[in-house]
């Protein structure tokens, strides 16, 4: 069993930036892939981003591509979401996952573990 736990969500205005963690209970950090997802009322969870467990590969939803950074420490059993150039249509649960598949999935099926989310507002 894998435990995940999200911080650094909050309340921020259009245009700042904000990092999330998602620290893993587990010493096989290294052989998951890791995703972020964001769930917004009334919407379906969505892939923001995710990376491989090297940090070798990635993947971005075309809606954060060159505002959001996902990366790893796997010497702190850490993924990091770094979204700068906040909109409003930010807002939502983000969601830290973890996958044991070997390759970057989009759907959140392919996503074992899951943390309790991390609620970010954008306020315009």
């Known amino acids: 069993q894998v435990q995940l736990v999200e911080s650094g969500g909050g309340l921020v205005q259009a245009g700042d930036s904000l990092r999330l963690s998602c620290a893993a209970s587990?010493?096989?950090?290294?052989?998951?892939?890791m995703g972020w997802f964001r769930q917004a009322p009334g919407k379906e969870r969505e892939l923001v981003a995710a990376?491989?467990?090297?940090?070798?590969?990635?993947y971005y939803a075309e809606s954060v591509k060159g505002r959001f950074t996902i990366s790893r420490e796997n010497s702190k059993n850490t993924v990091y979401l770094q979204m700068d150039s906040l909109k409003p249509e930010d807002t939502a649960v983000y969601y830290c996952?973890?996958?044991?598949?070997?390759?970057?999935?989009?759907?959140?099926?392919?996503?074992?573990?899951w943390g309790q989310g991390a609620q970010v507002t954008v306020s315009s």
């Open positions: 996952a973890a996958s044991s598949y070997s390759v970057i999935y989009v759907s959140a099926n392919a996503y074992k573990y």
């Open positions: 587990t010493r096989t950090f290294s052989t998951y892939v």
């Open positions: 990376i491989g467990w090297n940090g070798g590969r990635t």
